[in-house]
C-alpha cells in the first residue's frame, strides 16, 4: 500500500492556514507521499464551514496540482452551555467516533505513517493509538509555548493555588521570569473550566512520537535548548522536537496592489510608516482607541492603522470585533490633523501585503506568533502590544530573549488603558533610536 499522512486542524485561521503550509511542506518532499487533511466544522458557527474566511483557500489548494486532498468531517452536536476554549476542546473530543471511522476508512488503501494533530486536538491520541497510528502535534505558537504546555503538570504540582494569585514571577525552563498575569488567562486559575481540559492535553504530550512547531532555531535558542536537555519533563519523556518554520502561509495572502491602503504606501518614504494592527480578533474601547489616536500624533511618524472597536457580536465566548465607526470613536479632528501623514482603515487590511512593503519601518502588534513569524520574515520590528491568549508571554520573549520587539508597558500591566505618551515613547524609541532600528 502507499504511504500517507493525515493531518487534523482546527478552524481558526491562523492553525488551518499553517496546517496546509505543513502539508505543503510534507508535498515538497515527496511527490508520491498521500496527504489528507481533516476539516472540521466550527463550533462557534452555524454557518457551513464552506462559508469560512479560509475556505477559498482550502479550494484553491484542492484544486491545484499539489494533490492534497481535504475530507469534511460531519459536524456535531456543539456541547451546551460551553464556552471559549472549553467549547472548542469539548466539541474537538466528540468528534472521536468520525475521526477514528474515517481514519478506518482511508487504513484500507494506505499505510498512516504519521497523524498530525494541532495543538488543540491532542485527545485524539486516543484514537491514534486504538489504530496504532503514530501521533505527532503541530504547534502553530512559539517552542518556548511548546515548553510551556510540557511543563504544566509540574506547576499544577508545584502550587496549590491559583496561578493568578502568586506573588512571585514564576520560572518556565527556556524563558524569562515569567508575572503570573503574563499566563493565558484560561489556566491563571484551576476553577476555570479550560484549566482541567488543557492539564489533561498537556499530559498527552509525553506520549506523542514528535512535535512539530511553526518556528525555527535561531529565533527561540534558549526554548530550543531547555525542550532538547529535557528541563520541561523533568520526571517523564520530552517527545523529539522538530522546528518546521517558519510556515507563514502566504499564497494565502496574495499581493494587494490594488488595495487603498497599498497605494497610499506606495507613496511613501522608505521605512518611515508605522503599521497597527491586531489580529482578527483584536479590537478596542472608545477611550483605548482614543489613547491611541493621541499616541500616534504625538509621535510624529507617519502611520497605517487598522483599527476594530468594541463591542462586537460575541460567539461561543469570544467577542467579534467590529469596524470602527471612525466619526464617534477616533477624537475631533485627529483625521484631518493627521492627513498628510496618516491613514486610518476601519476594517480588514492585507497584513502580508502591507509588511513586505518597504514604506513599513515598524509594527505595533498584539504578538500573535503568525504575526510575529510575518514580521520576522520581512525584517519588521515590533512594539509590543500583547491582547490575549498567549501573546502576553510571547511578548515577553520577543522583548527580552531575542529583542526583537521595543516593550509598550511593563510586563504585568495588562489590564490599564495604556495611555497615550507610553504609545508616543515606544514610537519614537522604535523608530528614532538606534536601539530599535537595529
Known amino acids: 500500500m502507499k504511504e500517507g499522512v493525515v493531518l487534523f486542524p482546527t478552524t481558526g485561521a491562523g492553525h488551518l492556514v499553517a496546517m496546509i503550509e505543513l502539508a505543503k511542506r510534507f508535498r515538497h518532499h515527496s511527490h508520491t507521499l498521500s496527504i489528507t487533511v481533516f476539516l472540521i466544522q466550527d463550533p462557534f458557527s452555524s454557518s457551513p464551514a464552506t462559508a469560512a474566511p479560509t475556505s477559498l483557500h482550502v479550494k484553491s489548494v484542492a484544486s491545484s496540482d499539489l494533490n492534497i486532498n481535504f475530507i469534511d468531517l460531519s459536524a456535531v452536536e456543539p456541547p451546551e452551555g460551553a464556552e471559549g476554549l472549553a467549547r472548542l476542546l469539548i466539541y474537538i473530543d466528540k468528534l472521536k467516533p468520525l475521526v477514528s471511522e474515517a481514519l478506518s476508512s482511508l487504513s484500507s488503501t494506505t499505510t498512516i505513517s504519521a497523524f498530525v494533530l494541532d495543538m488543540f486536538c491532542v485527545t485524539m491520541t486516543d484514537v491514534a493509538a486504538e489504530l496504532r497510528i503514530p501521533a505527532y502535534v503541530f504547534f502553530t505558537g512559539a517552542a518556548a509555548a511548546v515548553g510551556g504546555v510540557l511543563y504544566r503538570p509540574t506547576l499544577d504540582r508545584m502550587y496549590q493555588q491559583d496561578l493568578k494569585d502568586l506573588k512571585e514571577p514564576i520560572e518556565i525552563p527556556g524563558w524569562p521570569l515569567l508575572p503570573p498575569s503574563a499566563l493565558p488567562q484560561p489556566i491563571q486559575s484551576k476553577k476555570y473550566p479550560t484549566y482541567k481540559l488543557l492539564l489533561e492535553a498537556a499530559r498527552r504530550y509525553p506520549q506523542l512520537e514528535g512535535i512539530l512547531v511553526n518556528t525555527f532555531s535561531e529565533l527561540e535558542p534558549q526554548a530550543m535548548e531547555a525542550l ?114 496618516g491613514l486610518v482603515w476601519p476594517t480588514w487590511v492585507p497584513q502580508v501585503a502591507i509588511l513586505s512593503h518597504p514604506a513599513v519601518g515598524g509594527f505595533v502588534s498584539h504578538c500573535g506568533w503568525n504575526s510575529t513569524l510575518e514580521s520576522v520574515w520581512f525584517g519588521v520590528p515590533l512594539i509590543a502590544w500583547p491582547l490575549y491568549a498567549e501573546q502576553r508571554m510571547n511578548a515577553i520573549l520577543l522583548v527580552q530573549s531575542s529583542g526583537l520587539a521595543v516593550e509598550l508597558r511593563e510586563p504585568g500591566e495588562y489590564e490599564s488603558v495604556v495611555k497615550a505618551e507610553l504609545l508616543e515613547r515606544a514610537i519614537k524609541r522604535l523608530m528614532d533610536d538606534e536601539e530599535g532600528r537595529r
Do not use: N, Y
Open 228 to 341: 532538547a536537555k529535557g528541563l520541561c519533563v523533568p520526571d517523564g519523556r520530552t517527545p523529539p522536537v522538530h522546528t518546521v518554520g517558519p510556515l507563514l502561509g502566504l499564497a494565502a495572502a496574495p499581493e494587494k496592489s490594488d488595495h487603498e491602503c497599498i497605494k497610499w504606501l506606495d507613496q511613501q518614504p522608505t521605512s518611515s510608516v508605522v503599521f497597527l494592527c491586531f489580529g482578527s480578533l483584536g479590537s478596542f474601547t472608545k477611550e483605548q482607541i482614543g489613547e491611541m489616536a493621541r499616541g500616534v500624533e504625538l509621535s510624529g511618524h507617519r502611520f497605517l492603522w487598522s483599527v476594530r472597536e468594541q463591542p462586537g457580536e460575541v460567539r461561543g465566548g469570544f467577542p467579534r470585533p467590529i469596524d470602527a465607526d471612525m466619526d464617534k470613536v477616533l477624537p475631533a479632528g485627529f483625521v484631518e490633523r493627521t492627513s498628510e501623514r
